[in-house]
């Protein structure tokens, strides 16, 4: 049989070399290399769990071996510079660039077609500004903030160690040092390679509290004052209530990158995966959560402390707004995330259909809070997709104050994209636990290039708000941005994102039925 081809030829090949093997001396070199080839196919035919393997034994592995590499395959032979997923060739060669501070122009013109459905631009003025200098920075803290801080523009997104190697963490918060922006430290905890290289650290606690986590799984406030107490890098509490890979279902950790050292330093048993739980144990409904970020404001002796939400139900962030106009308190700052956030491991169903996505999320947050006047005591941070300046200006423009990129940090470590993140073996030694895979990531080598990304990235931004005739990126609106909807026809962001109004339509309805007490 044709399918049988491969194994047969083998067969002969070791029988031949079986009958002239007294006369060749050649023959059992030979043997060495065929004969494993026939007992490979002689177990294809009878193990039981693979079809493919069984029907076409031996040239079955070749579908494996394909597989295994198709990331790569589809990157190096088969997608174009603008068409990659994720994430694009060209959008990941400007990130290599800029880390390696070597030249980032373009050649030749652009090569994106201009007059394709989505295209977006920036107008440009007759009358273009210098770039402010110095790079000017945005504080974070509100009335009820002892202790403000003045935030970079381009921040560290949530990324957790356990997630992340060792290498990866110290080389990301060593940039963030050499660089002064901050490092969101993930809902992982504050490990010793986010304390390590000093840098300012956002700990972000989520719905398994590590770092201040009572035996029962719950908020333990002794081990949170500790944990603030013995990390003086700590600026700013992040309180997550859902990240957008995977909204309302509660952070993975696979087992195999559940190392001796992450579950000592979360508090988690090995050898099964960490499933946190997909809501907080410490409170419920929005008042819950305005108290308990005055709570943490407070035991952490004044630090800013927000928290991270993607958008889900419109009534949902109603009702914590209502909660904090019935407290008269609000937090230092909001993260927003989009329902296209990238993360180490999420359900499919969750990474592409839950949550709204990051534009239409900003708005309706940044467009709710101007409406009930809270909106000066609260700085917005967008988080997801950050790449080049005009991402940034995109989402100043959308409402908010600065932003935070956790792909483009990894990219600037050398991610390649391999899609890999979930398995344990990513072969930058980015997101990975295997010590041998990690020591190919030298964290010295890395550490400039984090600084080098954000400067040029935030260099870049500035100087798209000076071409537009603009002061600084305080003043990007949306009516500067276009954005093709055919061949022949565009709009202005603000045409597509009108001012959010909670008097008329569907969200006077969310509204009326928010309450502060209780979630939807």
Same mark, same amino acid.
């Given at each position: 049989?044709?399918?049988?081809?491969?194994?047969?030829?083998?067969?002969?090949?070791?029988?031949? /070399?079986?009958?002239?093997?007294?006369?060749?001396?050649?023959?059992?070199?030979?043997?060495?290399?065929?004969?494993?080839?026939?007992?490979?196919?002689?177990?294809?035919?009878?193990?039981?769990?693979?079809?493919?393997?069984?029907?076409?034994?031996?040239?079955?592995?070749?579908?494996?071996?394909?597989?295994?590499?198709?990331? %790569?395959?589809?990157?190096?032979? /088969?997608?174009?510079?603008?068409?990659?997923?994720?994430?694009?060739?060209?959008?990941?060669?400007?990130?290599?660039?800029?880390?390696?501070?070597?030249?980032?122009?373009? &050649?030749?013109?652009?090569?994106?077609?201009?007059?394709?459905?989505?295209?977006?631009?920036?107008?440009?003025?007759?009358?273009?500004?210098? *770039?402010?200098?110095?790079?000017?920075?945005?504080?974070?803290?509100?009335?009820?903030?002892?202790?403000?801080?003045?935030?970079?523009?381009?921040?560290?997104?949530?990324?957790?160690?356990?997630?992340?190697?060792?290498?990866?963490?110290?080389?990301?918060?060593?940039?963030?040092?050499?660089?002064?922006?901050?490092?969101?430290?993930?809902?992982?905890?504050?490990?010793?390679?986010? *304390?390590?290289?000093?840098?300012?650290?956002?700990?972000?606690?989520?719905?398994?509290?590590?770092?201040?986590? *009572?035996?029962?799984?719950?908020?333990?406030?002794?081990?949170?004052?500790?944990?603030?107490?013995?990390?003086?890098?700590?600026?700013?509490?992040?309180?997550?209530?859902?990240?957008?890979?995977?909204?309302?279902?509660?952070?993975?950790? &696979?087992?195999?990158?559940?190392?001796?050292?992450?579950?000592?330093?979360?508090?988690?048993?090995?050898?099964?995966?960490?499933?946190?739980?997909?809501?907080?144990? *410490?409170?419920?409904?929005?008042?819950?959560?305005?108290?308990?970020?005055?709570?943490?404001?407070?035991?952490?002796?004044?630090?800013?402390?927000?928290?991270?939400?993607?958008?889900?139900?419109?009534?949902?962030?109603?009702?914590?707004?209502?909660?904090?106009?019935?407290?008269?308190?609000?937090?230092?700052?909001?993260?927003?995330?989009?329902?296209?956030?990238?993360?180490?491991?999420? &359900?499919?169903?969750?990474?592409?259909?839950?949550?709204?996505?990051?534009?239409?999320?900003?708005?309706?947050?940044?467009?709710?809070?101007?409406?009930?006047?809270?909106?000066?005591?609260?700085?917005?941070?967008?988080?997801?997709?950050?790449?080049?300046?005009?991402?940034?200006?995109?989402?100043?423009?959308?409402?908010?104050?600065?932003?935070?990129?956790?792909?483009?940090?990894?990219?600037?470590?050398?991610?390649?994209?391999?899609?890999?993140?979930?398995?344990?073996?990513?072969?930058?030694?980015?997101?990975?636990?295997?010590?041998?895979?990690?020591?190919?990531?030298?964290?010295?080598?890395?550490?400039?290039?984090?600084?080098?990304?954000? %400067?040029?990235?935030?260099?870049?931004?500035?100087?798209?708000?000076?071409?537009?005739?603009?002061?600084?990126?305080?003043?990007?609106?949306?009516?500067?941005?276009?954005?093709?909807?055919?061949?022949?026809?565009?709009?202005?962001?603000?045409?597509?994102?009108?001012?959010?109004?909670?008097?008329?339509?569907?969200? %006077?309805?969310?509204?009326?039925?928010?309450?502060?007490?209780?979630?939807?």
């Amino acid at each position: 049989m044709p399918r049988l081809i491969f194994l047969s030829l083998s067969f002969l090949v070791v029988s031949s /070399i079986g009958l002239l093997g007294r006369t060749l001396p050649e023959a059992f070199v030979l043997l060495v290399f065929v004969s494993p080839i026939v007992l490979v196919g002689i177990w294809d035919m009878l193990q039981t769990k693979h079809a493919i393997r069984r029907n076409f034994p031996v040239v079955g592995h070749f579908r494996y071996m394909f597989e295994a590499i198709r990331p %790569e395959m589809q990157q190096y032979f /088969i997608e174009s510079d603008t068409n990659g997923t994720p994430f694009s060739r060209e959008q990941r060669s400007v990130v290599y660039q800029r880390a390696k501070d070597v030249r980032d122009t373009v &050649p030749f013109g652009t090569r994106h077609d201009v007059y394709a459905v989505g295209y977006q631009w920036i107008d440009h003025s007759l009358a273009p500004q210098h *770039a402010p200098d110095p790079v000017p920075r945005v504080r974070i803290g509100g009335p009820d903030c002892a202790h403000p801080y003045d935030a970079a523009l381009l921040n560290i997104s949530a990324m957790s160690y356990g997630s992340l190697s060792r290498a990866a963490v110290r080389a990301l918060n060593g940039g963030a040092r050499d660089g002064g922006f901050f490092h969101n430290t993930g809902e992982g905890g504050v490990s010793p390679y986010h *304390a390590e290289p000093g840098g300012d650290l956002c700990w972000q606690i989520g719905t398994g509290y590590f770092g201040c986590r *009572a035996t029962d799984g719950g908020f333990d406030a002794a081990r949170f004052v500790e944990t603030v107490r013995n990390n003086p890098s700590i600026k700013l509490i992040e309180i997550k209530l859902s990240q957008g890979a995977k909204p309302g279902h509660g952070g993975i950790l &696979p087992a195999s990158k559940v190392t001796e050292e992450v579950s000592r330093i979360r508090g988690v048993p090995m050898g099964a995966d960490v499933l946190s739980p997909p809501s907080h144990k *410490a409170f419920s409904g929005p008042d819950g959560l305005v108290g308990f970020v005055a709570r943490l404001r407070e035991l952490s002796g004044g630090l800013p402390v927000g928290f991270k939400l993607c958008v889900g139900k419109p009534q949902d962030f109603l009702a914590i707004c209502k909660a904090m106009e019935k407290a008269d308190a609000t937090p230092d700052f909001i993260t927003v995330d989009g329902g296209e956030g990238g993360t180490g491991a999420a &359900p499919l169903e969750f990474s592409n259909a839950m949550g709204a996505p990051l534009f239409d999320g900003l708005h309706f947050v940044h467009g709710a809070l101007t409406c009930l006047g809270l909106r000066q005591r609260i700085t917005l941070i967008a988080s997801g997709g950050v790449i080049d300046g005009f991402d940034m200006a995109v989402r100043m423009a959308l409402g908010a104050d600065l932003c935070s990129s956790a792909r483009g940090m990894m990219f600037a470590l050398g991610c390649i994209q391999a899609l890999r993140c979930n398995s344990n073996d990513c072969p930058t030694g980015v997101a990975t636990q295997d010590e041998m895979l990690e020591r190919g990531l030298i964290s010295t080598e890395k550490r400039p290039r984090v600084a080098h990304f954000q %400067e040029g990235t935030v260099h870049a931004l500035l100087e798209l708000c000076a071409a537009a005739g603009l002061s600084g990126p305080h003043e990007l609106a949306l009516h500067l941005i276009h954005r093709r909807i055919s061949p022949t026809q565009t709009v202005t962001l603000d045409e597509i994102y009108p001012p959010i109004r909670l008097d008329r339509g569907p969200l %006077e309805r969310a509204w009326d039925r928010a309450r502060a007490d209780a979630f939807a």
